[in-house]
């Protein structure tokens, strides 16, 4: 039996944001693999000796260089287990981000509520890492994330809304 009053739907703003958050999240997925795959197929090492040597021209042409100065002591030292880290948490956060936001364009049920559960996984570690390291992108991409997730609910409940 059909409700005597139709459910209101989403709203186009409502939708459109949903849509370019999800093309966002996706693009951002994609270049996670590709950057897991470009950490994973180049010798180790190889990044941060760029990276040295970026910084360093940084440095020679503006002495007072934060970013120079920050990035050329994170680089200083290869960290090959830093490296396979990284490769491993770009590789399936990315394949994750790129095959849920996949998912919810085609319209999936099941995967509103998994990605709202990766969401909130991706937060609580974004929030245990703030924890210890004090690092406030986490806190950025954990707010993000909870704006994301806001839209998948909203759009979620509107497709649970139209099909009664």
Do not use: C
Request: proline share 4%.
């Amino acid at each position: 039996m059909r409700p005597l009053i139709k459910p209101k739907p989403i709203s186009k703003w409502a939708h459109l944001s949903f849509l370019i958050s999800m093309i966002g999240k996706g693009l951002l997925g994609l270049g996670q693999i590709l950057g897991g795959l470009a950490l994973a197929l180049t010798p180790s090492g190889t990044l941060n000796g760029i990276v040295v040597r970026l910084a360093r021209l940084e440095l020679i042409e503006d002495p007072s260089s934060f970013m120079a100065k920050w990035a050329l002591d994170a680089a200083s030292t290869p960290h090959i287990a830093n490296e396979a880290f990284y490769t491993i948490y770009l590789l399936i956060h990315g394949g994750l981000n790129l095959g849920l936001v996949l998912a919810l364009l085609a319209g999936f049920r099941w995967a509103y509520p998994v990605s709202l559960l990766a969401l909130a996984g991706f937060i609580a570690y974004q929030l245990n890492k703030f924890a210890h390291t004090g690092d406030m992108m986490m806190i950025v991409l954990s707010v993000i994330d909870i704006f994301v997730i806001w839209l998948i609910w909203r759009e979620w409940k509107a497709h649970q809304r139209t099909a009664l």
